[in-house]
């Protein structure tokens, strides 16, 4: 579900299902172009995919964190934060570009990265990503 389909009434008591939010990441600089940027949204949006859709109905979608440096993930670790203490229980860190790992988003639950995600041979992008997402789940119902 996108941010943007919540409203305000009937939030409390879609919140006791929407456990998780999705931050996505484009990490652009300002010095693309207009059709670099396209793509790069598209290619976001594609990966997005894999997770919005199999994920209905437990998952919003806040607004991408468009610009940043790679190298400093400090507003990436504050926007997890801000988004935990307002009610989320998992914050998932979605990127199709910037090769991030979990070590740099402490903040997030999970950190989805198709530049540095491991995929197995002969395995689907879409299977290893909806297994991170269900381990990231049962590993936080086990502790």
């Known amino acids: 579900m996108k941010f943007s389909e919540v409203e305000e009434a009937s939030w ?14 484009t990490g652009l600089s300002g010095g693309e172009s207009p059709w670099e940027v396209t793509a790069a949204l598209e290619r976001l949006r ?13 998952i919003v979608t806040y607004p991408a964190v468009q ?3 790679p190298n400093d993930m400090k507003l990436l670790n504050e926007v997890c934060r801000n988004v935990k203490s307002g009610g989320f229980k998992y914050v998932v860190v979605v990127s199709a570009d910037v090769a991030i ?20 041979e002969g395995k689907p992008l879409a ?13 936080a119902a086990q502790s």
Do not use: H
């Open 101 to 120: 790992w979990e070590e740099d988003v402490p903040e997030s639950a999970l950190v989805l990265s198709r530049r540095s995600i491991d995929i197995p």
């Open 12 to 25: 409390p008591g879609l919140a006791l299902y929407f456990d998780t939010c999705l931050i996505p990441y």
């Open 46 to 58: 594609d990966f997005m995919d894999l997770v919005e859709i199999p994920f209905k109905g437990r």
């Open 127 to 139: 299977a290893v990503v909806s297994q991170k997402i269900s381990e990231m789940w049962m590993g």
């Open 67 to 69: 610009y940043g440096n």
